[in-house]
């Protein structure tokens, strides 16, 4: 599956962004999705994952109760609604996919074969 990444942008401290991956491929279905994001001058880090139906979600402490996840299979979507974004969650930020059809999800990286190519989200204080 290939992924394009898109709604990256500038943004103030307590406002809301939304960003969205489209995927190709009739196999998107059989993938559990994530959001990672990499901050200027750290490693990528997991933001959130959701698996193949919708049913599991996982997010970071960091994000938890700020930012949601979602998908959509009949348009081969997930989206990651950013809402109450403080500075520090100035990022690219990537979508990933992994292949399961498992309602475990997990968040290392390593697990995920299929990388978008970034959006940047910048927050402004």
């Known amino acids: 599956v290939q992924l394009q990444a898109c709604g990256g942008g500038l943004v103030q401290a307590g406002g809301s962004l939304r960003l969205s991956c489209a995927a190709s491929?009739?196999?998107?279905?059989?993938?559990?999705m994530a959001w990672f994001r990499r901050a200027p001058g750290k490693e990528r880090e997991f933001v959130a994952t959701?698996?193949?139906?919708?049913?599991?979600?996982l997010y970071s402490d960091s994000v938890k109760g700020r930012f949601t996840i979602s998908r959509d299979n009949a348009k081969n979507t997930v989206s990651l609604q950013m809402n109450s974004l403080k500075p520090e969650d100035t990022a690219v930020y990537y979508c990933?996919?992994?292949?399961?059809?498992?309602?475990?999800?997990?968040?290392?990286?390593?697990?995920?074969?299929?990388w978008g190519q970034g959006t940047l989200v910048t927050v402004s204080s």
């Open positions: 959701i698996s193949w139906n919708g049913g599991t979600t």
């Open positions: 491929g009739r196999t998107f279905s059989d993938h559990a």
């Open positions: 990933a996919a992994r292949f399961s059809k498992s309602p475990r999800v997990v968040g290392g990286e390593k697990y995920y074969g299929n």
